[in-house]
């Protein structure tokens, strides 16, 4: 079967490590193991030594079951090769300790999270870290002042939604000799691969779309064969590999990626239609709407718009509250990506730590909703939100 025609994705992932074992499973059984039994010394001595290639120790990265995982996560991405971690924090800070030790420039807002990493770890480390919250071509320029640095980028942004142009920012990254490293966890890799658009790095939260049913954590990090290697021996030695277990959960959660990202696209395509202009909702933020800043530029470098947006309720933080409080269908959580549709509030969850001058510099207003678009039916998440908004502002149909 060929596998590198552009609109081969799907089957990839389905078919990429297709396992013979002699019973006729199409799937690897989980290799529940830390340890590998040598029949003599002789034999281990060649592995540890590297003359032979083998099995060790799981914490290594040695683990069948994880690196059937790993070719399928370079598969997502059409990455040479594919790392996975325990959570998408693990692969960010491994990724940050191997290629951003000459200095991290951070374009637009980045998760809070890796912000915290950068701040309250990297920098007191003697990391020189810079956040350009408005960057162009020229900020970027004038902030990578060496050679080896790392720019680091998120696109579509928490909870703006704003689009960075990757292809800019490769551009300048690769003028001055820097790396580029794009977490991609709120577009997936079925809406948007960097890689093809020039980035160097490409990191998840596999906790998000990639597991995509809210019952797993982990992280991924996709790139070239020399560049995961580095990010490799970090891991190792930072002792940041997933289970065994959760890298076969996760596995299994691949191969229905591409149809449950297509649903959420199309699903967040409704309510953000649904949304757009409803009394009551001063303004929907979502890359697929013509409205949007970014939209041109979305359509550019992503393949679909995504299940995350972010309704900005007229009336502010309170009038926000009493919307998120009347959800039904909807949960009241952090998170996004799974298979259930989400609510939260920045102001008051993950960006409520920033403070109100940090927020109005990033355009997060108080009475912003955040939601992560699940899989139930369209109709269901609309008439949950309408009946929700009506209510807040005391237009709803009273109870019977
Ligand atoms: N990157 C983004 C964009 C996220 O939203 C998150 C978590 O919310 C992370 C990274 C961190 O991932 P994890 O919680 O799996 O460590």
Sequence with gaps: MSTDKPNAQATRI??????RDGFGSPYSPVYNTTTY?????GAQREVIEGRKPGYLYTRWGTN?????????LAALEQAEAGLAFASGMAAISATILAHGRQGVVCVGD???GTQELLVNHCQPLGIPVTFLLQANEETLEASLTRPGMLVFCETPANPTLAITDLRAMARVAQKHSALLAVD?????????????????LVVHSATKYLGGHSDLTAGALMASAPLTDTVAAWRKSL????????????SRSLRTLPVRIRQHNENAMAVARAMDGYPGVARVLYPGLPSFPGHNLAGEQ???FGGMMTIEIAGGGQMATAVADNLQVFLLATSLGGVESLVSQPSLTSHHAIGQEAREVRGISDGMLRLSIGLEDSTDLIADLTQAID???GTGKPHS
């Design 14 to 19: 389905i078919h990429n490590r297709r396992h």
């Design 37 to 41: 039994r040598f029949p003599d010394t």
């Design 64 to 72: 069948p079951t994880i690196q059937e995982l790993e070719q399928g």
């Design 110 to 112: 980045i998760y809070g």
């Design 184 to 200: 991609n966890t709120f577009a997936s890799p079925i809406n948007q691969r960097p890689l093809e658009l020039g980035a160097d």
């Design 239 to 250: 002792g940041q590999l997933l289970s065994p277990e959760t890298a076969a959960m996760l």
């Design 302 to 304: 992503m393949s679909g």
């Design 391 to 393: 209510k807040a502002r």
